[in-house]
């Protein structure tokens, strides 16, 4: 059982919590995940590791399936049967000093903190771009303020920071002609496809985070493949992080979508039912 | 005794429901007792099996589950899935003029008999000190630590997922070998003194260094990364490989879906692609999610690698055997679904080098099949996950790790057993070349000579 240690909500939309899973948070790196087995009857739902602190590690999440609305409403002491990880390739950061962009959209911009804090301590000048729809969704400024050299923080409604989307900023650092190494977007999918858009015409190497449907995580099911540069590649173990520029989006956001029904009818099962599924220490 | 076909695919429970004691004595009394007994060499882990059958015959079977479990810690999952008739039972005399003796089922009851009884835990032999580090619990693994354990040696077995027993919980389903069973024959291995740690993922919750910092190290990690054909339309939603959809239903419960979170396409045609025990699995799955289901395979119904009992079982169920039938392309439907596959007609071609006839598309033959739902089970490859973590350890060209006649690997100290080593094939042989493997590492711990 895996006990965990902190619970909140970001904002209305978002939640984070910390576990205590000493053999993830020791040997986790930025850019991977774990996987949350919340219970017998639970789904197994890969989660990035979003921070780590000594046998800690911290999850962020939206409540929209079963199992993260669920998550939801746990809260310190609860325990979750089954953590495992660090699954997954971690992000490809090299030592400084390089510039990079770490670009973070809506519930995304929970995983950016643990890439920009490891692409500073590799001696890189990093310049954070983070954004959501409004101010009221938006997380995690003051941690990334924090750590970026730069940061921009947009709002699509314009009721706080820059108006527009995360890729406006984007855009002006490429077109200011700034040398920009590397850039990694993280966000939901159709974000991760418009605005890795960006960087194409500037041949700079951008990063974004897959996040297709997985089962076991470690290779074994091939729910997860993606097709990047033609190839098909499983996103648990050969990323999640790939080449933004060599991902078939329409492959990825097809097979995201292909329990969207089923997941329906779980929320309304569960709803229906309000059975308590006991989740506290055993 | 099987259970009806037409009640038998409404639910998962087992199919074959067993010897009654009756029968197990008189099946029992018809062995000859050889005295150079053939069936002891059919057998990869080498059961004292005219013993433990006399044993049966004079009801003893407290004697003759001892006698079993001196070479077989799993009995009841071998009696269950071994493919007897390619093994003892292949080798046994009587089968010459009649029907040779059901040792799978004798072997079965045993171990059945005992589980109701109380279970025996063999005597562990006096603690080494040496430590010693399993990675997988699926039958390789298992076998690897009960013996290890046996020996007096401390060990730990990392498992990755969140129930110990590998392909036996995750693959092979329910109504073939009931979880149960799996369960119970694990506690076995853990009242040896073995420790499970679930949720170990070694390579990324274990490190390397970790891992080889024990004094010796059996890999058992099977053959978990599935192959997909490469066809056209591969990535339509609805086709699963295997593993998937059997691990969906099996370990996460998605046949209970929404009472258990995981969701699977059920399908109402559903076409299953191979002629293993897998493609049989994953076959008859889909059928008690009341699918119409299609086996599709590219060769002849005689050269499926199937055990003969999963044909027929299979075929009683009502699946649709299209043989000489190979897939080359997936149809979409709408929302980026599978509607169907486009299949070719097979024939037998010429022999080859090595005399096998392979089969051969015969051109126009095309035709399509309606599928919503497509399982390939065309075979699988070793797990890259730890493998690409210990890049010095050697490989075969099929990718396997390679390893000597006592299964050590290339890395000092790192053994290896079961499908990792040999590639996928059975449980027994899994348990076979573990066991092996195990014997050896205890002779290196021991100091003896390492050859």
Wanted: charged share 25%; glycine share 12%.
């Amino acid at each position: 059982m895996y006990e965990i240690v902190k619970a909140h909500a970001l904002s209305k939309a978002v939640f984070e919590m910390w576990i205590r899973a000493p053999q993830v948070a020791r040997n986790a790196q930025a850019g991977q995940f774990c996987i949350i087995h919340p219970d017998g009857a639970g789904e197994r739902v890969p989660l990035t590791i979003s921070g780590t602190e000594g046998d800690l590690i911290r999850i962020s999440f939206m409540a929209i399936g079963t199992t993260t609305k669920l998550l939801s409403t746990l809260s310190a002491g609860d325990c979750l049967r089954d953590v495992v990880g660090p699954l997954g390739m971690p992000s490809d950061i090299a030592k400084g000093p390089e510039t990079v962009v770490i670009v973070g959209g809506g519930v995304g911009v929970a995983c950016t903190p643990i890439i920009a804090q490891a692409a500073k301590d590799a001696g890189n000048y990093v310049i954070g771009i983070i954004g959501a729809r409004n101010k009221s969704l938006l997380i995690l400024e003051d941690e990334m303020k924090a750590i970026c050299d730069e940061l921009f923080v947009t709002t699509d409604d314009g009721s706080y920071g820059i108006k527009g989307f995360a890729s406006g900023p984007l855009q002006t650092l490429c077109e200011s002609g700034r040398k920009i190494d590397k850039v990694w977007i993280i966000g939901p999918g159709m974000m991760m496809k418009v605005t890795s858009s960006v960087t194409k015409p500037y041949g700079i190497k951008t990063y974004v985070s897959l996040n297709p449907v997985m089962v076991d995580g470690t290779g074994m099911c091939g729910s997860c493949r993606v097709v990047v540069g033609g190839r098909m590649l499983f996103a648990c173990v050969d990323g999640p992080e790939f080449d933004a520029h060599q991902v078939d989006w329409d492959d990825l956001l097809a097979r995201q979508r292909m329990y969207v029904a089923d997941e329906k009818q779980s929320v309304e099962y569960h709803e229906a039912h309000h059975e308590c599924r006991c989740r506290k220490v055993e | 005794m099987d259970r009806d076909a037409n009640l038998r695919v409404t639910d998962f429970g087992e199919v074959d429901l067993g010897f009654t004691e009756t029968e197990v004595r008189a099946e029992a009394a018809r062995c000859i007792q050889c005295k150079k007994p053939t069936c002891v060499n059919g057998c990869p882990v080498g059961i004292d099996i005219p013993a433990f059958i006399h044993a049966c015959e004079m009801g003893e079977f407290r004697e003759a589950a001892r006698i079993i479990k001196k070479d077989n810690m799993l009995p009841a999952i071998c009696g269950r899935v071994c493919p007897q008739e390619t093994q003892c039972q292949g080798e046994c005399v009587l089968g010459n003029k009649d029907m040779p003796i059901s040792i799978g089922h004798l072997e079965r009851f045993v171990a059945d008999w005992e589980r109701r009884e109380g279970i025996e835990t063999p005597v562990r032999l006096p603690a080494t000190g040496k430590k010693v580090a399993v990675v997988g619990s699926g039958p390789a693994g298992l076998s690897a630590a009960a013996e290890l354990a046996r020996l007096g040696h401390t060990v730990t077995v990392f498992e990755s997922l969140h129930e110990a027993g590998g392909v036996l919980m995750y693959g092979i389903p329910a109504f073939r070998l009931p979880k149960d069973i799996v369960r119970t024959e694990i506690e076995q291995v853990k009242k040896l003194g073995a420790e499970i740690k679930t949720n170990y993922v070694v390579g990324r919750s274990v490190p390397v260094a970790e891992l080889l910092g024990y004094d010796a190290v059996f890999l058992g990690t099977g053959a978990g990364l599935p192959y997909f054909m490469g066809l056209p339309g591969e990535n339509l939603c609805g086709i699963y490989s295997a593993n998937e959809f059997l691990t969906r239903v099996n370990l996460m419960g998605a046949n209970r879906f929404p009472e258990m979170d995981t969701p699977v396409k059920k399908g109402k045609k559903v076409v299953v692609i191979g002629g293993g025990n897998v493609a049989m699995d994953a076959a008859r799955v889909a059928r008690r999610m009341g699918a119409a289901v299609t086996l599709m395979y590219r060769r002849g119904e005689a050269d499926m690698p199937a055990r003969l009992d999963e044909v027929r079982h299979a075929k009683e169920e009502g699946i649709e055997f299209m043989c000489c039938t190979n897939p080359v392309r997936f149809i979409e439907g709408e929302n980026k679904a599978v509607a169907g596959v486009e299949a070719i007609r097979m024939e037998l071609g010429s022999p080859g080098d090595d005399g096998r006839c392979s089969f051969e598309p015969i051109d126009g033959s095309n035709f399509t099949v309606e599928a919503d739902v497509v399982v390939e089970a065309i075979g699988q490859g070793p797990n890259p996950l730890l493998l690409r973590m210990l890049p010095e350890l050697a490989r075969n060209k099929n990718g396997s790790v390679a390893v000597n006649c006592l299964g050590q690997t290339s890395v000092p100290k790192v053994y290896a057993g079961g499908d990792v080593a040999t590639g996928a094939a059975t449980v027994i042989l899994a348990m076979g070349t573990a066991k092996d493997a195990a014997r050896a590492i205890d002779k290196m711990l021991r100091g003896a000579s390492q050859f």
